[in-house]
């Protein structure tokens, strides 16, 4: 069957930096299991995905050094040459399919289990982790040498990312990692030049951003994941306060090449996957749209919400909304989303129900 021809512009190309994708489907950093120790699952897992028309596959959080060691729950990680030829099998098998391979650079300061590594993370104040206090997790203190060692960190894990072919380098802040710790008054009690008002809270996040620029820049697109709304009042981040203002700064200082956008954090899962009983599909629209009428035409926008119709998809693109489909759920659930949109077999697609058994899966 033809493609329907209201559906052509889900299959236009969008330039992030350097990289161009092959259309609007951008697969967003989830968590399946693999890790980086299980390099066939993990290729073959992201590259069916690839194979079935994600312009954009992920991998999942990635620890970007053994001090966001988050044993015992399995992550991706990047710190060594073994991680580099094992996560390149997947940036191997998405190329192969014509998709951009994406990392999520992730760094959880004092919210790191840390079981296999045994080192301490670093975290812009000294607390003991909300998540993990039953086995005393805590972060020490992060003092200026600190914070350019971490800065530091992240750019050596973004190198050791393109050795390994990955063509997007995502900074993780949301889900409590250490920007959004910077950002969040409950997190950050600083009294320097990283602490109290917006701007030096915000300093670390931009620092790390520009820092990857710097060096990758030319050859990687830099983009990050960012939470809106931690939805914990003013000791958070609020859509209508910080987010707006870190927006602004995003498009001011030019460091990012696309931003994806989520609310809610590490203690508010069911806002960023809320089951279908209590959230319908593409209910975050009004927040996403929010931060795309900030950062404006220059800077593309990823909007998630268990999206699974093509036409739905088509309006909000035409409205504005966003400009990259984002899916981590319907992309489960149906690998050959894209592809079947692109035949003309809509009535095909294996729609995401929002059960959460995906979700449980992770957790067990």
């Not at 620890?63 to 729950?73: C, F, G, M, N, Q």
Request: aromatic content about 10%; charged content about 25%; glycine content about 10%.
């Amino acid at each position: 069957m033809a493609r329907d021809p209201k559906h052509d512009v889900l299959f236009e190309a969008v330039t992030l930096g350097p990289k161009k994708t092959r259309n609007r489907f951008w697969q967003t950093s989830h968590c399946a299991g693999p890790g980086s120790e299980r390099p066939g699952a993990q290729a073959h897992f992201r590259g069916m995905k690839a194979e079935g028309g994600w312009g954009v596959v992920f991998t999942e959080y990635c620890s970007i050094h053994p001090e966001s060691d988050e044993y015992p729950y399995t992550s991706a990680r990047i710190w060594d040459q073994g991680d580099v030829v094992n996560l390149g099998y997947m940036c191997e098998i998405a190329h192969r399919h014509g998709s951009l391979a994406g990392i999520q650079l992730w760094y959880s300061g004092g919210n790191a289990p840390a079981l296999e590594s045994r080192e301490v993370g670093r975290s812009p104040s000294q607390w003991l982790s909300p998540f993990f206090a039953t086995r005393s997790v805590y972060g020490y203190e992060m003092d200026d040498l600190d914070i350019r060692a971490v800065i530091n960190m992240y750019v050596e894990a973004g190198k050791r990312a393109e050795a390994a072919g990955f063509d997007l380098l995502e900074v993780s802040a949301g889900d409590d990692t250490l920007p959004i710790q910077f950002l969040e008054p409950r997190f950050n009690r600083r009294t320097d030049h990283y602490g109290g008002s917006f701007a030096n809270r915000s300093r670390f996040f931009i620092e790390v951003l520009h820092a990857l620029k710097r060096a990758l820049g030319d050859r990687c697109g830099i983009t990050t994941r960012f939470e809106m709304d931690t939805l914990h009042g003013p000791e958070g981040v609020e859509a209508h306060e910080d987010a707006v203002r870190l927006l602004e700064l995003f498009r001011r200082e030019g460091v990012v090449d696309a931003v994806a956008l989520k609310i809610g954090d590490y203690a508010e899962w069911g806002e960023d996957a809320g089951v279908s009983r209590f959230r319908k599909s593409g209910w975050m629209t009004p927040f996403i749209k929010q931060g795309k009428s900030i950062l404006g035409p220059g800077i593309p926008v990823v909007g998630n919400g268990r999206l699974t119709s093509p036409d739905d998809m088509v309006a909000l693109i035409r409205a504005g909304v966003l400009d990259i489909i984002g899916a981590a759920r319907p992309s489960i659930a149906d690998p050959f989303l894209p592809t079947k949109i692109s035949e003309g077999r809509v009535e095909d697609i294996r729609e995401c129900i929002g059960c959460n058994i995906c979700v449980s899966g992770d957790f067990t």
